[in-house]
């Protein structure tokens, strides 16, 4: 079984309690842990008894806990089956999943402030929408090595594929040792995708039909969805990123624009002190003309950003996506471009 540590300081406030026997849930959605993190933060700790479920639910159709909540997870061992049920309602309420404990007294000891999350609480933490890596002197791993070649029970197994979590990845991140738990780093997470850090992965949907191919880059995050879309035509092709944020937030940031551009890798392309960053909607967008004979460059770009420098050093906004993800879609873009709108091309292809 898998053994999840949570680390996350909690914020001023009076917390609602369930604190029964087994796991113990803390809400703490006061008006100054609203106003700093935007959601409230639902604390788990103690151990997932086989009733901790159905006393989440409770809370959750009660309104006592809202969709779309923090969760920091401090559980060790529990019962495998009620920690899937909450992942489900975790996934089900679009909420994110930390390691964290509550806020303690300053003299509280390391030990007291570092989160631990095993076993059925893993499970738990998986069912996050988003989820965040382990920080500091939390861990996360197995409480016992498991026996080689084991096979997961098949309850587990459809659950971690509901999940969309890859079985063997989530094997392949963990590092054994002949005695003791086997750990996983928050490098070794991220990279199977059992972390996310408030990000969905990339996706990209193309119409590659003559007489205008246009391909949308989307990728979701917790503060907001970020799209990239590039449309050619016979002599320009347009290249358009919406960060939508909100109307209040994209206003803001168009008020402060000094210079707004694009990014190819560590590159600044289309840089723009006029003709910036406007507001449409709940997005904050900008648009550029796009040399067509240039675009190999964007399509084989290792990342695409789209930023807004302030009238300050101190303030940018804006995203990058890791266009290498998606590179086979945008190749395929590429050259249906050129075969839709032909220009003298450059001696490069999409690498």
Not at 6 to 26: E, F, M, Q, W, Y
Not at 51 to 57: C, V
Not at 260 to 268: A, E, H, I, T
Not at 269 to 289: P, T, W
């Amino acid at each position: 079984m898998l053994l999840l540590l949570c680390a996350s300081a909690s914020v001023p406030g009076s917390p609602t309690h369930d604190r029964r026997d087994g796991l113990k849930i803390d809400v703490i959605r006061d008006r100054l842990t609203l106003a700093m993190t935007g959601y409230p933060q639902v604390y788990l700790h103690g151990e997932i008894d086989a009733d901790a479920a159905q006393r989440f639910r409770g809370m959750l159709d009660s309104g006592r806990i809202s969709f779309g909540s923090d969760i920091y997870l401090n559980a060790a061992g529990g019962d495998a089956d009620a920690g899937m049920a909450l992942g489900r309602m975790f996934r089900a309420a679009g909420m994110a999943t930390h390691l964290g404990t509550p806020r303690l007294p300053k003299h509280a000891s390391v030990a007291a402030k570092t989160a631990v999350c095993t076993d059925a609480c893993v499970y738990a933490y998986l069912g996050g929408l988003y989820r965040w890596a382990p920080s500091g002197r939390d861990r996360i791993g197995f409480s016992t090595p498991p026996a080689g070649g084991a096979t997961v029970p098949s309850g587990v197994s459809a659950y971690l594929k509901d999940m969309g979590i890859d079985a063997a990845a989530l094997a392949a991140a963990v590092t054994t040792s002949n005695v003791g738990p086997a750990w996983m780093t928050a490098d070794q997470m991220t990279a199977h995708n059992l972390a996310n850090n408030g990000k969905l992965p990339l996706t990209a949907t193309a119409q590659l039909s003559a007489p205008m191919p246009t391909i949308e880059l989307r990728q979701v995050e917790r503060k907001g969805t970020h799209r990239l879309t590039i449309q050619c035509s016979p002599g320009k092709t347009i290249v358009t990123a919406f960060d939508e944020v909100g109307v209040v937030r994209a206003r803001q940031v168009a008020a402060r624009d000094a210079r707004s551009y694009f990014q190819l890798g560590d590159k600044p392309v289309l840089d723009q002190a006029s003709d910036g960053a406007v507001v449409e909607g709940n997005a904050l967008v900008i648009r550029r003309a796009y040399p067509p004979a240039d675009l190999v460059d964007l399509v084989s770009a290792w990342s695409v950003g789209a930023w807004v420098d302030g009238r300050s050093n101190a303030f940018r906004d804006g995203f990058r996506m890791p266009t290498h993800l998606v590179h086979q879609q945008l190749s395929d873009y590429f050259y249906a471009c050129w075969r839709a709108a032909p220009w003298p091309p450059r001696q490069k292809k999409p690498g």
